[in-house]
């Protein structure tokens, strides 16, 4: 039995697609799964505070409620900064005592410089608004659960103390406290894939398209055999 060399060099191309698009996709969606579960797990807790003015408080009646309901934007985005700064991030170090603990845990000293202390904390901090709503949420990251509600709980006491002293403006109520969640916030391992298998099967695609494109075009370049009697 003859085979027709033009009906196998035109099966070339077909299988050269396939064996690229599947090669490049089990590589990528095999990258992606592994990257993901080497990357090391980070936990979050998030503190709740509610922050208003303090004069508010003696607005009697409907005119009341109504004050405090209002939104400040101004207020919400300057007590952020204040939540962020050095004044209140101390406190939180020295009660955490952080200097000694992530000395030993990250450089393996027996204490960190307050300087280098407070670049990890506000590295390790999220501060979101509620939207149109004066509320403040202080989302704090760590390696390990526990260490992020703590923190972010740190943080709101923290800044719940300095709102309580006779010369503030301002009141700040807590609302939620953070609670040890036993489920990672990043990776997201579920997410990254689904990523990761449409990232494969689309350059995959395009891999395996390029690939058998420029066999034929070769093919095509190549001298044509001399036809069969």
Request: aromatic letters at 6%; proline letters at 5%; a positive charge.
């Amino acid at each position: 039995m003859i085979t027709n060399p033009a009906s196998r060099s035109s099966s070339v191309p077909i299988v050269l697609f396939l064996s690229l698009s599947f090669l490049t996709f089990i590589g990528v969606a095999a990258t992606v799964t592994l990257v993901t579960f080497i990357l090391p797990e980070s936990f979050a807790g998030a503190a709740r505070i509610r922050i208003e003015w303090r004069s508010q408080n003696t607005v009697a009646g409907a005119d009341s409620r109504s004050n405090q309901d209002r939104y400040d934007a101004r207020l919400i985005q300057t007590e952020i900064e204040v939540l962020h700064s050095e004044l209140i991030l101390r406190k939180v170090i020295e009660q955490l005592d952080l200097n000694t603990v992530w000395g030993r845990k990250y450089i393996g000293v027996d204490k960190l410089k307050t300087a280098e202390c407070l670049g990890l904390l506000k590295a390790r901090l999220v501060l979101r608004t509620v939207q149109n709503a004066s509320v403040i949420q202080i989302c704090a990251f760590s390696d390990n659960p526990d260490e992020a509600a703590h923190i972010a709980n740190a943080v709101a006491r923290a800044y719940l103390d300095h709102t309580e002293a006779p010369t503030s403006s301002i009141k700040a109520t807590l609302i939620d406290s953070a609670q040890a969640d036993p489920r990672s916030v990043r990776p997201n391992k579920s997410k990254n894939i689904i990523l990761g298998i449409l990232a494969g099967g689309v350059l995959g695609l395009t891999v395996g398209s390029l690939g058998a494109w420029l066999l034929r075009l070769w093919q095509r370049r190549l001298p044509r055999p001399p036809a069969l009697p």
